[in-house]
């Protein structure tokens, strides 16, 4: 069975890509979609890491999402719809990968330099998202939402900053020791 893009999962509904106001709702809806995900993955991505920082860095991250989860619900009711949202297949995929890594017996460091590497991936694919749903929005003239996006896009590049010098100053380092 081929998964559907974010984009296919308009058929059926009532939106359809005749503005781009309706691209960016349904970028919303799908992003909407990824945070909830997330909520759900990051407890176990902590978990399964052995290393404190790395740990730390998951859970910190954890309270993050749930606030950008919120300021999409903020996103919506500025723009005057209700909150939805489409399962994000492309999140399910990345999150797959994270529990299998997870899953996996090994080196400690290597499994937690194999987590960073998922969690990052995870961190681009919501920066791509962010990234062009905050344009949209301020192409749109929709000010507030673009400003709401922009602190969300913020904090993801910061997460994935911080993914970078954990594994860069520690655990790829102890890694590459064994």
Same mark, same amino acid.
């Given at each position: 069975?081929?998964?559907?893009?974010?984009?296919?999962?308009?058929?059926?509904?009532?939106?359809?890509?005749?503005?781009?106001?309706?691209?960016?709702?349904?970028?919303?809806?799908?992003?909407?979609? #990824?945070? %909830?995900? &997330? !909520?759900?993955?990051?407890?176990?991505? /902590?978990?399964?890491?052995?290393? =404190?920082?790395? @740990?730390? $860095?998951?859970?910190?991250?954890?309270?993050?999402?749930?606030?950008?989860?919120?300021?999409?619900?903020?996103?919506?009711?500025?723009?005057?719809?209700?909150?939805?949202?489409?399962?994000?297949? #492309?999140? %399910?995929? &990345? !999150?797959?990968?994270?529990?299998?890594? /997870?899953?996996?017996?090994?080196? =400690?460091?290597? @499994?937690? $330099?194999?987590?960073?590497?998922?969690?990052?991936?995870?961190?681009?694919?919501?920066?791509?998202?962010?990234?062009?749903?905050?344009?949209?929005?301020?192409?749109?003239?929709?000010?507030?939402? #673009?400003?709401?996006?922009?602190?969300?896009?913020?904090?993801?590049?910061?997460?994935?900053?911080?993914?970078?010098?954990?594994?860069?100053?520690?655990?790829?380092?102890?890694?590459?020791?064994?």
């Amino acid at each position: 069975m081929k998964a559907s893009s974010w984009f296919s999962k308009m058929i059926g509904t009532s939106l359809t890509l005749d503005s781009l106001e309706n691209v960016l709702v349904l970028q919303l809806r799908d992003l909407y979609s #990824a945070e %909830e995900q &997330l !909520i759900e993955a990051l407890p176990k991505m /902590a978990e399964a890491a052995s290393s =404190p920082k790395l @740990k730390r $860095a998951l859970l910190d991250h954890l309270e993050e999402t749930r606030r950008q989860k919120q300021r999409l619900d903020s996103a919506f009711a500025m723009l005057g719809k209700e909150v939805e949202s489409e399962t994000c297949e #492309a999140m %399910e995929g &990345l !999150i797959a990968e994270g529990d299998e890594v /997870a899953a996996l017996d090994g080196d =400690p460091d290597a @499994k937690d $330099a194999a987590l960073i590497a998922a969690a990052q991936r995870v961190e681009h694919y919501e920066i791509a998202g962010y990234g062009c749903a905050r344009t949209f929005a301020r192409q749109l003239g929709f000010d507030d939402v #673009a400003a709401l996006l922009q602190e969300t896009l913020d904090e993801e590049a910061n997460a994935d900053d911080t993914l970078t010098g954990v594994a860069e100053t520690f655990i790829n380092l102890q890694a590459a020791r064994k």
